[in-house]
């Protein structure tokens, strides 16, 4: 449909960045940056959307509604992806399913208070452009059908537009605080080195080579290869893992 198409912003946005991020995730092994850019943009965007009016060119919207998925697409996954990374392998499965258990009460709630404030909002805005315009019977038109909507005679129909257009506005200013939490939230997060593999191991194990005796034994040590060589001789630190983790820490890979 129409209004289908018109959201397509919004997808490729998120797409773009969650894409994008999470190829930059798996090289860098850092994701703090990722919510506190989203919570940024996504704050913007919102903040963005309550200044819309009714005469509001689509391009602009369309541009707000990228700038959004834009935000969105750099904190939907990284949640995930964060919690999953901060608990033990055993407790991973737990971790997602309370993720997204949260994930979808909270949409519960927020869908539920949201609408709240545009039927409420919708009513207070209608009654006083109509009561503005001079205008009656306000409170006998029916909103909540769009094709009732579309075949309202004018002025009524701009009365309503209007109305919806001030009530939109209003839940918009209405979410911009809770990002505002939502980036507090972020930059307080702790960033924990993210598993390592592939070619991030042999650089992680060669910085172990470089490091692991001088950092934890204070010996002169002569890095050798292949990697499992290195790992063998980081008998200093029971856990091996914890060796390679710090290793790759200390290089500024992890």
Request: aromatic letters at 8%; one cysteine or more.
């Amino acid at each position: 449909t129409q209004s289908g198409l018109a959201i397509l912003p919004l997808v490729v946005g998120i797409f773009t960045t969650s894409i994008g991020g999470g190829q930059i995730m798996a090289r860098t092994g850092r994701y703090k940056w990722m919510p506190i850019t989203g919570a940024l943009v996504v704050g913007s965007a919102l903040y963005a959307f309550s200044t819309l009016q009714v005469d509001t060119p689509y391009y602009k919207v369309a541009l707000i509604m990228y700038a959004f998925g834009l935000g969105l697409g750099l904190t939907m996954q990284v949640v995930v992806t964060a919690v999953q990374n901060s608990v033990d392998r055993r407790h991973m499965g737990v971790a997602t399913a309370s993720v997204t258990f949260f994930r979808s009460m909270g949409a519960a709630i927020g869908t539920a208070l949201l609408g709240a404030i545009l039927n409420i909002q919708l009513k207070h805005h209608l009654s006083e452009i109509v009561g503005a315009a001079g205008g009656g019977g306000g409170g006998q038109i029916n909103t909540n059908d769009v094709t009732a909507i579309q075949a309202l005679p004018e002025p009524i129909k701009s009365w309503v537009l209007e109305a919806f257009t001030r009530s939109m506005n209003d839940v918009f200013l209405v979410v911009v605080p809770f990002m505002a939490v939502a980036f507090i939230i972020a930059l307080t997060m702790a960033q924990a080195l993210m598993a390592l593999g592939g070619h991030r191991f042999q650089a992680a194990a060669w910085g172990v080579g470089l490091l692991v005796c001088v950092g934890a034994t204070q010996q002169e040590y002569e890095p050798v290869w292949p990697p499992t060589l290195i790992m063998n001789k980081a008998t200093a630190v029971d856990d091996r893992h914890q060796t390679l983790t710090w290793g790759a820490a200390q290089l500024g890979i992890g």
